[in-house]
C-alpha cells in the first residue's frame, strides 16, 4: 500500500469538508414476528414498511440535512432480520410523490414478490400499498430497495439491508452490516437533481462525490484486539464500483453476494483488494490485528486518493490469541448445476454507450438511429434491442441448466444481475465459480453464466448500473412452472 497517498474519510473530497465527525445514522433492528404459517389462524396485521420523505444527516454537522427518500425516514432502511425458512411479512406503504414497488435482491422468493413493474406488479401508486410476504429459503446478506425510477429512488435514499441468519451462525464477536452508498450531493447538501443526465447514462452512470456508510459519512466502531468481526458488505451505489481492502484486518471472505463459498479450504482475503459493483455483497469474517491503541481499515482504492470506508479504534485486547482459521459457512439449498455440455447456451450481446459505436437498435418495432434512440432516452442494446424485449430471453424448463454467455461490445464494465436464481461465472477453463447474483463485466470482456432455472415466473435480468439499466439494459428470462 502506498502511504504517501493522501487519504480521505469516507465522505470525500468534493464538498471539501474539514473536521467529519461521527455522523453515522441508527439502523434500527427490527426483528419479525413469528408469523405462523397456519390458514386457520388470523395472522396480525403485517408490520408496515412505508418509503417516505425525510431529512438525514448525510454531511458533517456544519451543513443541512439532506432531503432523502427513506424507509421508515430512514436511509438506509430498517434492517430486517428473520431466521432461514421463516416468513418475512411487511406493508409496503407508498408515501412518496412517485409510483414505487419494492425489490429483494438477491433472496430467491417467489416471483409475484419480486417487485418489478414490467413483470410482477403493477407499480404502486403515491398513498398506495402493497403486502410482500414470503419464506426467506437462504441464509446470507440480502437487500432491498425499489424497482421502479430505480436511478431516481435509490440514490435519494431508498435501500436497506436484508439478514437471513443462519441457523447455526459463525462464532463471531460482533456481525455488522455496512451498507456503502455513492451520493451526488449540491454544496449544501442536498440531492443534486441532475437526474436522467444523458451525459451519465451513456457513461459509467450517476458517479457521486459523497459517500456514506450505514447514510452517515464517518463508519467508526470501538474494537479490541484479536476481536473477530463479520462484515457484511453491500454496494448500494447506483453505479461506481468500489474497490476495497482491509488494513490491520486479516481474515476470509465466507460468502459473496449472499451465498456462502463452497470452496474446499477458506478463501483469505486477498491481499489488496475486493472490487464491489453496484449490487454485490461481501460477507467478511476477520479478526483485529492492529495493535492496541491503532486503527484498523477499510480502504476504498481510487484514482485520486484512498477513501477511509470504515474505522476501527482498537482498545483492549479481546483474546490472547487468534482464532483458528473461520469455518465455511452452511450451504443454502440451491441445486447443483447439471451437465454443462449438454445444457442450452444463450448470448446476450450488449452495446452502445459512449465510444461504442452503436449506430442503430431496435424500439417500438421498428430501426431506429442513435440520435432517435438518444431522444428516447435509450443509449445501450441487448441483442439490438433498447427496450425491454416482449419475449424473453430464454425460455426455460424447470430444473433445467442453461448458460448465457453475455458478451459486453462495449466501453464499459457493466454489473449484470439476475432476479431470482444465483448463478456461475464459467472461468476460462470451463470451470465454475461461486454462486452469485450480479457480475461484473469488464470493457470488451465475455462472461459466461450458468444456473439451475429452478424458479417459475418471469426473471429480469439487467444492468445493476441503474442509468444503464433504464437506458437500454434490459431483458429477462422465463422459467416455466
Ligand atoms: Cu437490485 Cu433488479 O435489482
Ligand atoms: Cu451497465
Known amino acids: 500500500m502506498n502511504v504517501s497517498r493522501r487519504r480521505f474519510l469516507a465522505g470525500g473530497a468534493t464538498l471539501a469538508l474539514a473536521g467529519v465527525t461521527n455522523a453515522r445514522a441508527a439502523a434500527p433492528n427490527v426483528n419479525v414476528p413469528n408469523v405462523p404459517n397456519v390458514t386457520n389462524v388470523t395472522a396480525p396485521e403485517p408490520p408496515a414498511l412505508r418509503a417516505m420523505r425525510a431529512g438525514a444527516r448525510l454531511a458533517p454537522p456544519d451543513y443541512p440535512e439532506t432531503p432523502i427518500w427513506g424507509y421508515e425516514g430512514h436511509v438506509p432502511g430498517p434492517v430486517l432480520r428473520v431466521a432461514q425458512g421463516e416468513r418475512l411479512t411487511r406493508r409496503f406503504v407508498n408515501a412518496l410523490p412517485q409510483p414505487s414497488t419494492i425489490h429483494w435482491h438477491g433472496i430467491r422468493i417467489v416471483n409475484p414478490m419480486d417487485g418489478v413493474p414490467e413483470l410482477t406488479q403493477a407499480p404502486v401508486p403515491p398513498g398506495g400499498d402493497f403486502l410482500y410476504d414470503f419464506i426467506a429459503p437462504d441464509a446470507g446478506t440480502w437487500w432491498y430497495h425499489p424497482h421502479h425510477r430505480t436511478w431516481e429512488q435509490m440514490a435519494r435514499g431508498l435501500y436497506g439491508a436484508l439478514i437471513v441468519g443462519e441457523p447455526t451462525p459463525p462464532r463471531v464477536d460482533r456481525d455488522e452490516v455496512l451498507l456503502i452508498d455513492d451520493w451526488r450531493l449540491t454544496g449544501d447538501a442536498g440531492i443534486h437533481e441532475s437526474f436522467g443526465a444523458m451525459m451519465d447514462w451513456s457513461h459509467a452512470g450517476r458517479i457521486g462525490n459523497w459517500v456514506t456508510v450505514n447514510g452517515g459519512g464517518e463508519f467508526r466502531l470501538p474494537v479490541r484486539r484479536l476481536e473477530r468481526l463479520r462484515l457484511r458488505l ?52 476477520v479478526d483485529v ?20 470506508i470504515a474505522t476501527l479504534d482498537v482498545g483492549g485486547l479481546a483474546r490472547p490469541e487468534r482464532l483458528p482459521a473461520a469455518e465455511a459457512l452452511p450451504p443454502n439449498p440451491v441445486p447443483p448445476l447439471g451437465d454443462l455440455a449438454a445444457a442450452r447456451r444463450v448470448t446476450l450481446r450488449m452495446e452502445g454507450g459512449a465510444m461504442g459505436g452503436m449506430r442503430e437498435a431496435m424500439m417500438e418495432g421498428r430501426v431506429m438511429e442513435t440520435r432517435e434512440l438518444v431522444k428516447a432516452g435509450r443509449v445501450w442494446a441487448f441483442n439490438g434491442l433498447a427496450e425491454m424485449p416482449r419475449e424473453p430471453l430464454l425460455t426455460a424448463s424447470r430444473g433445467e441448466t442453461v448458460r448465457i454467455a453475455m458478451v459486453n461490445d462495449t466501453a ?10 444465483h448463478f456461475r461465472r464459467l472461468g476460462a477453463d470451463g470451470r465454475p465459480g461461486p454462486l452469485r447474483d450480479t457480475v461484473l463485466i469488464d ?28 437506458s437500454g439494459m434490459k431483458t429477462w428470462v422465463k422459467v416455466a412452472a
Do not use: K, Y
Request: hydrophobic share 45%.
Open 412 to 421: 464499459w464494465p457493466h454489473a449484470m444481475h439476475l432476479h431470482g436464481h
Open 289 to 308: 490485528t492492529a495493535g492496541d491503541g491503532a486503527r484498523a481499515l477499510l480502504v476504498s482504492f481510487e484514482r485520486e486518493h484512498d477513501r477511509i
Open 443 to 470: 470493457r470488451h470482456e465475455t462472461a459466461e453464466i450458468a444456473f439451475v432455472a429452478d424458479n417459475p415466473g418471469d426473471w429480469l435480468l439487467h444492468c445493476h448500473m441503474l442509468e444503464h439499466s433504464v
Open 234 to 285: 453491500v454496494n448500494t451505489a447506483n453505479a461506481r464500483i468500489f474497490t476495497l481492502g482491509l488494513e490491520g484486518m486479516e481474515g476470509w471472505i465466507v460468502a459473496l453476494d449472499g451465498q456462502p463459498l463452497d470452496t474446499p479450504a477458506p478463501v483469505p482475503v486477498p491481499d489488496g483488494r475486493i472490487a464491489l459493483a453496484p449490487a454485490q455483497r461481501a460477507d467478511l469474517i
